[in-house]
């Protein structure tokens, strides 16, 4: 799943850390699953390293990830992460 940790727009900090959502949907297989904002940062927090610096979306699993000439951070984390914090799945 891909998390936005800061917008390619230099003075916005993106969904995670600067959404006015109380809830984040992952569309997944079978389902939708809703989590609240507020716990998904903790989650990310938790896993990602913040000073292992990527270059390639490949390589982005716990890491941040950056496009060439851009200024939007990204991660990625597992679907399976999220069963560790509170969350509801809408069935497709």
Known sequence: LWIELHSVRKNNQG?????????????????????ERLELIKLVEKLLDFEAKVTSSKEALY??????????LLTMIRSEDLVGIKYVDWEK
């Open 15 to 35: 969904w995670l850390y600067d959404g006015k959502a109380d809830l984040i949907a992952f569309e997944l297989k079978e389902s939708f699953r809703l989590v």
């Open 63 to 72: 890491k941040v990830y950056s496009r060439k000439d851009r200024s939007d």
